[in-house]
């Protein structure tokens, strides 16, 4: 769809131009500096946890049940905090590890020992270049997607392998045609549930032809992060397929390593994060892990496990969570339309969960997008970030970040971005003309 001002006169796009350039130089003369870059909570979702600081305290019984949380041991986690992680994650609580605060960092650990020791009797990951003359280990990745994924597969040597992402899921023609015809393709990075950026949560086809798929390599390994399973903003949000039922009945549930924090629930960077895999896989990563961890902070976990004792404990948390976030996702959706929409210079995603927009200017226009909201003073998730190296082929992609921004200065970031990327399309199609 061509841009409105693709379909102006030349003098009515230099007018448009030169109002345009005008309106940005009013705003860089208001000193803004707003940051939409990074999905923190606000500090007002943060307060929402401080009861849970109260808990634990010097008087309180460290036990739970027969596990003493006040000394070393239980390296699997303290079983309320698993029961939480089977909650969560969708497993039986004797298939979870509820270890420290970082599920990146559990996602890390757990490929890192994939690359380095191999998995269900498989050689290591990093062995194959060297018995496939060079050839590198890939992994899929749906694009657009989460940067920290891209990251830890490109600090191991891993080549990033980008598939689109559709209205579904990621496109699972082109993921089954991959899997099954390459056996240096040994997993794929999901978020499935309000999926990054897209929000995006995968259909029940997509999660069972991921289950069930023919993979050429038999370590194939489904990384599945939901982050964001509990992050709903509506009463009624979105279905996620059991992945581990679907797997377990295909006979294909080695293939799943799930993950889930309560970074974004409690306190980021002080929670408790979930790992989840077939009984096969737990004890290989737990034995591989018990080298360097004798338990995880049991105090933590014991915290979080009285301040949430299940999950209707935690959908009641989590409605506190969505009053605060979903009026400013209603005002991303308010502000973009009445500012683009009809215009042809952008599309937008319209999630119902999780933490971010998934924004498309013209083809060619996020880096320039991007520079002109720095210049006007709002930070933004740079362009490309969504995808491996941070190369977007056709520099369209910026991820929206909407929960930190207090109301007001949300919505004056969200008219810099406006203006911003309607004076980016104005001079696209400017350029077209010379």
């Given amino acids: 769809m061509p841009t409105v001002y693709q379909q102006m006169s030349s003098d009515d796009l230099a007018a448009a131009l030169a109002d345009l350039r005008a309106q940005v130089d009013a705003v860089r003369a208001r000193g803004l500096k707003l940051d939409m870059a990074r999905g923190k909570p606000s500090p007002a979702q943060v307060d929402i946890s401080r009861p849970m600081l109260s808990l634990v305290d010097a008087a309180s019984d460290l036990h739970d049940?027969?596990?003493?949380?006040?000394?070393?041991?239980?390296?699997?986690?303290?079983?309320?905090?698993?029961?939480?992680?089977?909650?969560?994650?969708?497993?039986?609580?004797?298939?979870?590890?509820?270890?420290?605060?970082?599920?990146?960092?559990?996602?890390?650990?757990?490929?890192?020992?994939?690359?380095?020791?191999?998995?269900?009797?498989?050689?290591?990951?990093?062995?194959?270049?060297?018995?496939?003359?060079?050839?590198p280990v890939k992994i899929l990745c749906p694009v657009p997607g989460y940067d920290r994924h891209f990251g830890i597969s490109d600090d191991l040597g891993i080549e990033n392998v980008p598939v689109p992402m559709t209205a579904e899921g990621p496109d699972m023609d082109e993921i089954e045609r991959l899997a099954a015809?390459?056996?240096?393709?040994?997993?794929?990075?999901?978020?499935?549930?309000?999926?990054?950026?897209?929000?995006?949560?995968?259909?029940?086809?997509?999660?069972?032809?991921?289950?069930?798929?023919?993979?050429?390599?038999?370590d194939f390994r489904i990384l599945w992060d939901n982050a964001y399973c509990v992050h709903d903003l509506y009463d009624e949000g979105d279905e996620l397929?059991?992945?581990?039922?679907?797997?377990?009945?295909?006979?294909?549930?080695?293939?799943?390593?799930?993950?889930?924090?309560?970074?974004?629930?409690?306190?980021?960077?002080?929670?408790?994060?979930?790992?989840?895999?077939?009984?096969r896989v737990i004890a290989e990563l737990s034995g591989h892990m018990k080298a360097g961890l004798i338990s995880a902070d049991k105090i933590n976990q014991l915290r979080h496990a009285r301040f949430l004792p299940d999950m209707d404990a935690v959908r009641a948390h989590m409605r506190r969570h969505a009053a605060h976030l979903r009026p400013?996702?209603?005002?991303?959706?308010?502000?973009?339309?009445?500012?683009?929409?009809?215009?042809?210079?952008?599309?937008?995603?319209?999630?119902?969960?999780?933490?971010?927009?998934?924004?498309?200017?013209?083809?060619?226009?996020?880096?320039?997008?991007?520079?002109?909201?720095?210049?006007?003073?709002?930070?933004?998730?740079?362009a490309g970030a969504t995808f491996p190296g941070g190369h977007d082929p056709a520099d369209t992609n910026i991820r929206i970040a909407p929960s930190y921004p207090d109301e007001d200065d949300l919505a004056a970031?969200?008219?810099?971005?406006?203006?911003?990327?309607?004076?980016?399309?104005?001079?696209?199609?400017?350029?077209?003309?010379?």
């Fill in 413 to 434: 970031a969200l008219e810099v971005l406006v203006l911003a990327t309607r004076l980016a399309a104005a001079e696209l199609a400017w350029q077209e003309r010379a």
């Fill in 241 to 279: 397929a059991n992945i581990f039922e679907i797997a377990r009945e295909a006979g294909t549930e080695d293939r799943m390593v799930a993950f889930a924090s309560t970074s974004k629930i409690t306190f980021p960077g002080a929670g408790i994060a979930f790992l989840g895999a077939s009984p």
């Fill in 328 to 382: 400013r996702f209603e005002l991303v959706e308010r502000t973009l339309s009445a500012g683009l929409s009809g215009t042809g210079c952008a599309t937008w995603s319209h999630p119902r969960g999780g933490y971010f927009v998934s924004f498309d200017g013209p083809a060619g226009s996020a880096k320039r997008i991007g520079a002109l909201c720095a210049g006007m003073g709002v930070t933004l998730t740079p």
């Fill in 181 to 218: 015809s390459d056996d240096a393709i040994k997993g794929i990075w999901c978020v499935p549930k309000y999926s990054n950026p897209t929000g995006v949560t995968y259909t029940e086809e997509v999660v069972r032809r991921l289950a069930t798929m023919p993979t050429a390599a038999a």
């Fill in 65 to 135: 049940g027969s596990v003493d949380c006040g000394n070393y041991g239980c390296f699997e986690g303290i079983p309320s905090a698993r029961a939480l992680a089977a909650g969560f994650l969708g497993c039986p609580a004797d298939q979870t590890l509820a270890l420290g605060s970082s599920s990146l960092l559990i996602e890390y650990e757990a490929l890192s020992i994939f690359w380095r020791a191999g998995t269900c009797g498989n050689a290591p990951w990093s062995a194959y270049s060297t018995a496939h003359e060079g050839r």
